[in-house]
């Protein structure tokens, strides 16, 4: 098939190596514009080197990229990870029209940080969703999806990098052989299970202590390794990344204050949070590097009985 992909980083550059692999016809990329002094996109990069056309406009509901997805010819339109709105007068113009990648299951969890949010609120699946871009965020109608199981222990990290970003690519050469052949459903999104996350960032990724040590042992993982979930350590950012949970199970066995880091040993420290503790084992203080917790206890950074967060 005849397609052009839109998209960017990573995703976006496994996605065109993908089709490139089984001899599909990559007709053009559209990637968005890098910021000043940002390293070229891996997408691009990819898409030059394999000699397949590169777009960088500004918006994609201008005139010029309308034109230019028109001479295409594409059969179908590829949307692999696009932070850019893509008007509707832009996604029908491929023969099949276009679908798009999203990493939840929709409805659940539309927004740009959809694979921190069920880690964090500690949902045992996700998934991903293969579907007809609408001018609404995440709502057109679903052409498939594909679920996986979240671990007690997993983090953003191996939830995307070892599942929904493999099975991402799959998905999408799955759903574009259906389209093409005509042989795909579309089902409408039921509205009443939708649900609306925004962005997780380092506001959202404030530890509280205080909190249950489930909570925050899910905030840890959800934002592994990013953002970082973080607190304060005398006065300094520390950020937070592996990290295991320690509930208790009796009256009374709850050491320390909130937030205090009431253990040491040569790898790790335990900071006490509600109903349990939490061990970290690797961080980030200050404008540091992001290290074992042990190298800053050799140094001296983390001690017992500091307090965090205060």
């Not at 005139?63 to 059969?75: F, H, N, S, T, Y």
């Not at 052409?143 to 929904?164: A, N």
């Not at 999408?172 to 649900?195: F, I």
């Amino acid at each position: 098939m005849k397609i052009a992909i839109v998209g960017q980083q990573d995703f976006g550059k496994a996605v065109l190596e993908a089709f490139l692999a089984r001899k599909d016809e990559v007709a053009g990329v559209f990637c968005a514009p890098e910021k000043p002094g940002a390293r070229p996109d891996a997408l691009k990069v990819a898409a030059q080197e394999k000699g397949v056309p590169v777009f960088q406009f500004q918006s994609l509901k201008s005139p010029e990229a309308g034109e230019a997805m028109k001479k295409l010819g594409a059969d179908i339109g590829i949307m692999a990870f696009v932070l850019q709105f893509a008007p509707q007068d832009f996604v029908k113009i491929p023969k099949h029209g276009t679908i798009q990648y999203h990493p939840s299951l929709l409805p659940l969890y539309r927004g740009p940080s959809s694979i921190n949010w069920p880690i964090i609120r500690g949902d045992r699946k996700t998934g991903l969703t293969i579907f007809r871009p609408t001018d609404g965020l995440d709502e057109g109608p679903v052409v498939l999806q594909k679920e996986t199981e979240i671990g007690p222990d997993d983090t953003l990290g191996t939830v995307y990098f070892d599942r929904l970003f493999p099975m991402g690519v799959k998905a999408m050469l799955e759903a574009a052989d259906l389209v093409v052949a005509n042989k795909h459903k579309e089902v409408v999104q039921d509205e009443s299970r939708a649900t609306y996350e925004g962005w997780c960032r380092k506001a959202e990724a404030k530890i509280s202590w205080a909190s249950h040590v489930d909570f925050v042992y899910n905030l840890v993982r959800g934002c592994n390794p990013a953002p970082g979930a973080w607190t304060t350590c005398e006065g300094k950012e520390l950020q937070v990344f592996d990290a295991r949970k320690h509930p208790v199970r009796t009256f009374g066995a709850v050491k320390g204050k909130i937030g205090e880091v009431v253990e040491v040993t040569e790898k790790s420290f335990q900071v006490t949070a509600q109903g349990g503790r939490i061990e970290v084992l690797r961080a980030k203080l200050g404008d540091g590097k992001k290290v074992a917790a042990g190298e800053l206890l050799a140094a001296g950074s983390i001690k017992p009985g500091a307090l965090l967060g205060g």
